[in-house]
C-alpha cells in the first residue's frame, strides 16, 4: 500500500495510449493487435498517432507519411477522425470526473486529477489507481497511462515512464534525485531553444541544472529562470482548478484585451486580432468543436460598443479562417472621432468535430491547412497555452485582459503543463 506524507498533495496525470489510434483499434476488433497509423492521407500527410504495435517499426506521431508507409507497409492507414476522438476525449472527462472535483483536462488525450481529498472514499492511491483504468477500459476500451506525484510538473513527467497501460508514483520522498537523470528537455516547456543555450552551460540533466544558482538562471532566462530553477528540483505549486463540466457545451468561446494605447491604426489592431484569433482557435480545437459564427467586439475610447458577427458558409476552426473574417468586420468599424480602446474576438454557434470530421468534404489543402493548426497546437501544448501567441506578444505592448472567462489564459503558460 502506498502511503503518502501528510500535507502532501496527490496529483494524477492520465494520458491515454497511442490515443487516436487506440479509439480506431477500439471501434473496429480486426484492427486490434495491428499496427494502425492515423494521420493526414494527401501526399504531404503526417503521421497524427501511431499505435504500440506500429511503434515497434519506428513510426511515430509527426513523421512524414510516406515515411511511415515506407517503414511500416502493412500497417491500418486511416484518415483523422477528430469527431470519434473528440467523443471519446469527452467520455472519458465524464468518467474522470467521478473521481474528483479537482479535474483539469488539458489537452484531448490527457488529464490532471488531484485526489488529496478523495483518496479515502476509494479506499486509497492503489485502489483508486485500479479504478481508474479499470472504469476506462470498461467504458472506453482504451488503456492510459497514470503518473502519480505531489505535482503536476512530476506527474506529467511521470506518466511517460510506463507506456503503455502504466502506472508510475514519484514519492515526495524520492523528489528531487529521482529526476536528476532526466535531460532538461523532459521539463514541460523546454524547447530547444532553452535546451541549446543551457547546454552552452555545460548543463544537459536535472541533476546539473538543480546545482546552478537561482539568481544566475533568473539572469540568462528571466521569468523563466525560476521556473527552471523550481523544476529541477521537482517543484511545482500550480494549483489543479475544479473542473467545469460546463466547459465543453459552452456557447461562445472569446477572447480580448484592452489595448496598452488607444489606437484606430488597423495595422496594430489587425495584429492584435491575429494573436486574439490563435488563441480562440487553439480552445476551439482543444474542445474538439468548430464553429460557425465569428464575433468582433470593439470598444471605443469612449467606451462605446461595436459588436458585429457573421456567420460562416462551413464551420471551421482555423485561425486564419477566423482571423480573415474578423478583420473583415473590423474595417466596417466606424472611428469617426474615436480610437479603439479594447479588442475581442468570439466564435459561437459551435459543432463536434474539429480536425477532420468530415474530410471527404475537405480538399487537399484545406486537410492541410487542418493538419497544420494541429501542429501548431502539439507545440502549444507542449510550451503551455499559448505559447505561441505568447512568444510574439512578448516584445510588443502589455496588454490587460477585461474578460474574466479568459483568466485562466492569463496564467504564465508554463505554469500550465
Ligand atoms: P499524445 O498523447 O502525445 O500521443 P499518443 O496518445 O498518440 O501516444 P502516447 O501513448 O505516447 O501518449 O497525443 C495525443 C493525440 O494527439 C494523438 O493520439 C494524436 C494527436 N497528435 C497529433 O495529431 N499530432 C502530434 O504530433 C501529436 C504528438 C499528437
Ligand atoms: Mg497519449
Ligand atoms: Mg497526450
Request: glycine share 8%; aromatic share 6%; charged share 30%.
Amino acid at each position: 500500500m502506498t502511503r503518502w506524507p501528510p500535507g502532501e498533495r496527490i496529483i494524477l496525470h492520465v494520458d491515454f495510449d497511442a490515443f487516436f489510434a487506440s479509439v480506431e483499434q477500439q471501434r473496429n476488433p480486426q484492427l486490434r493487435g495491428r499496427p494502425v497509423i492515423v494521420g493526414g492521407q494527401s501526399q504531404r500527410g503526417v503521421v497524427s498517432a501511431a499505435s504500440y504495435e506500429a511503434r515497434s517499426y519506428g513510426v511515430h506521431s509527426a513523421m512524414p507519411m510516406w515515411e511511415a508507409r515506407r517503414r511500416c507497409p502493412h500497417a491500418a492507414f486511416l484518415p483523422v477522425d477528430g469527431q470519434a476522438y473528440a467523443e471519446a476525449s469527452r467520455r472519458a472527462r465524464e468518467i474522470l470526473a467521478q473521481f474528483t472535483p479537482r479535474m483539469d483536462p488539458a489537452s484531448i488525450d490527457e488529464a490532471y486529477l488531484d485526489v488529496t481529498g478523495s483518496l479515502r472514499l476509494f479506499g486509497g492511491l492503489d485502489n483508486l489507481i485500479a479504478r481508474i483504468k479499470g472504469d476506462i477500459r470498461q467504458q472506453l476500451g482504451i488503456t492510459i497511462s497514470i503518473g502519480v506525484a505531489p505535482n503536476r510538473l512530476v506527474a506529467k513527467i511521470a506518466s511517460d515512464w510506463n507506456k503503455p497501460d502504466g502506472i508510475t508514483i514519484v514519492h515526495p520522498d524520492e523528489l528531487p534525485e529521482r529526476l536528476f537523470d532526466l535531460p532538461v528537455d523532459d521539463i514541460p516547456g523546454v524547447g530547444d531553444v532553452t535546451k541549446q543555450k543551457l547546454a552552452r552551460m555545460g548543463v544537459h540533466t536535472l541533476g546539473q541544472l538543480a546545482k546552478i544558482p537561482k539568481t544566475l538562471l533568473e539572469r540568462h532566462f528571466g521569468s523563466h529562470g525560476g521556473y527552471l530553477w523550481r523544476a529541477s528540483r521537482g517543484q511545482d505549486d500550480a494549483p489543479v482548478p475544479w473542473y467545469d463540466p460546463g466547459e465543453d457545451s459552452r456557447k461562445q468561446i472569446s477572447r480580448e484585451e484592452t489595448l496598452a494605447e488607444d489606437t484606430r491604426d488597423l495595422e496594430v489592431l489587425e495584429q492584435r486580432l491575429l494573436a486574439l484569433c490563435e488563441e480562440v482557435g487553439w480552445r476551439l480545437r482543444r474542445a474538439g468543436q468548430r464553429a460557425r459564427t465569428v464575433t468582433l467586439k470593439v470598444k471605443l475610447s469612449n467606451f462605446k460598443l461595436f459588436t458585429r458577427s457573421e456567420t460562416l458558409e462551413e464551420p471551421t476552426e482555423l485561425d486564419e479562417v477566423i482571423f480573415e473574417r474578423a478583420s473583415k468586420l473590423l474595417r466596417r468599424v466606424k472611428f469617426g472621432a474615436q480610437q479603439a480602446r479594447l479588442i475581442g474576438v468570439g466564435v459561437s454557434n459551435l459543432s463536434d468535430g474539429a480536425g477532420a470530421g468530415q474530410l471527404s468534404l475537405f480538399d487537399d489543402s484545406r486537410e492541410r491547412r487542418s493538419e497544420l493548426a494541429r501542429a501548431r497546437d502539439a507545440i502549444a501544448d507542449r510550451f503551455g497555452k499559448s505559447a505561441i501567441t505568447r512568444a510574439r506578444l512578448v516584445h510588443e505592448q502589455e496588454v490587460s485582459d477585461e474578460d474574466p472567462e479568459n483568466d485562466a489564459l492569463d496564467e504564465d503558460p508554463l505554469q500550465r503543463l
